[in-house]
């Protein structure tokens, strides 16, 4: 399975100039392109050094690539560290950004971003529900932990599939098994 490496979107590529010289001279790749690829301290577990990934351009072309070692620095801001990418490139401008595909660890929890109308909270917001949809008039209440959010979005970790269908609007006054209507406004 493979799969963006983290549930709220891009992870942001930079390419360098290939004017930009490094202490590790790889020949077995054609430019001198190297991708910093900014990736958070808590997730780096799953940026391993010798493993493949896949760049994809803002053209949606896909590029193979080959993780490199992480820079000996983290962003104080961000918290993200630097870790190079090494890919055959066609010349590319400094500066653009990526998207980069990773594979991660298939025993892991999928994580999916949900609208935030989508997900319930009791009061003192310690647990976390959606109501998912199991015929065409039934919602149960599906447990989830959460992860990062945005304005609108926010990230959920539980028993769900890409698939399942689930209950973006007025689903907070529903008790498990409610019967539903469904509205295509």
């Not at 360098?16 to 958070?40: G, H, M, N, Q, Y």
């Not at 010349?91 to 994580?111: D, S, T």
């Not at 007025?170 to 469904?182: E, T």
């Amino acid at each position: 399975m493979i799969r963006l490496l983290f549930g709220l979107g891009i992870i942001v590529v930079t390419a360098c100039s290939p004017s930009v010289k490094t202490e590790e001279t790889r020949t077995e790749f054609a430019t001198d392109f190297i991708f910093l690829l900014d990736v958070p301290y808590e997730v780096s577990r799953h940026v391993a050094s010798g493993e493949s990934c896949s760049l994809v351009l803002p053209d949606g072309t896909y590029l193979p690539a080959t993780i490199g070692e992480p820079l000996a620095t983290v962003n104080a801001v961000s918290q993200t560290q630097p870790v190079r990418l090494f890919a055959d490139a066609p010349p590319l401008p400094e500066g653009m950004r990526l998207k980069a595909v990773i594979r991660v660890n298939e025993n892991e929890a999928l994580k999916m971003l949900l609208p935030k109308a989508a997900v319930q909270s009791n009061e003192t917001l310690t647990s976390y529900w959606v109501m998912k949809l199991i015929d065409d008039s039934t919602a149960v209440r599906v447990p989830v932990e959460t992860g990062n959010s945005t304005a609108d979005s926010m990230e959920v970790c539980g028993p769900l599939t890409p698939a399942d269908r689930i209950v973006l609007t007025g689903g907070y006054a529903l008790p498990d098994s409610s019967k539903i209507i469904i509205s295509h406004d």
